[in-house]
């Protein structure tokens, strides 16, 4: 039996390193994940009840994310490395926007 003087003889090989797009695409699920729950902390400390849609809205977005490491399958409907489509980012900032006590922005 070799003996080394690393690593408690447990013989675990480290993980190489993630590739710098795969690093990305951690960090952006991340990111998201950590924005969907803010939204929702933000509304229940201010008081603010959400709509049934966008509690489920939360919970399905948070649940693909976690899932799938993004929340849309079509590529074209948001950018490349991003976990969240370009529509589901304005709404995650409208709820929010709603949490903070904040006017609803006018779309046109």
Same mark, same amino acid.
Request: charged letters at 35%.
């Given at each position: 039996?070799?003996?080394?003087?690393?690593?408690?003889?447990?013989g675990?090989?480290?993980?190489?390193?993630?590739?710098?797009?795969?690093?990305? /695409?951690?960090?952006?699920?991340?990111?998201?994940?950590?924005?969907?729950?803010?939204?929702? /902390?933000?509304?229940?400390?201010?008081?603010?009840?959400?709509?049934?849609?966008e509690?489920?809205?939360?919970?399905?977005?948070?649940?693909?994310?976690?899932?799938?490491?993004?929340?849309?399958?079509?590529?074209?409907?948001?950018?490349?490395?991003?976990?969240?489509?370009?529509?589901?980012?304005?709404?995650l900032?409208?709820?929010?926007?709603?949490?903070?006590?904040?006017?609803?922005? /006018?779309r046109?």
């Open positions: 039996m070799k003996r080394t003087g690393f690593g408690g003889g447990k675990g090989a480290k993980k190489p390193p993630l590739s710098p797009f795969e690093a990305e /695409r951690k960090a952006a699920q991340r990111a998201a994940l950590n924005a969907l729950k803010r939204a929702r /902390r933000s509304a229940e400390k201010a008081g603010v009840s959400l709509s049934e849609w509690g489920e809205f939360l919970d399905s977005v948070s649940e693909r994310v976690k899932t799938h490491g993004r929340a849309f399958a079509d590529p074209e409907l948001g950018a490349p490395g991003k976990a969240l489509s370009s529509m589901q980012g304005r709404k900032k409208e709820i929010t926007a709603k949490a903070k006590g904040e006017k609803p922005k /006018r046109f």
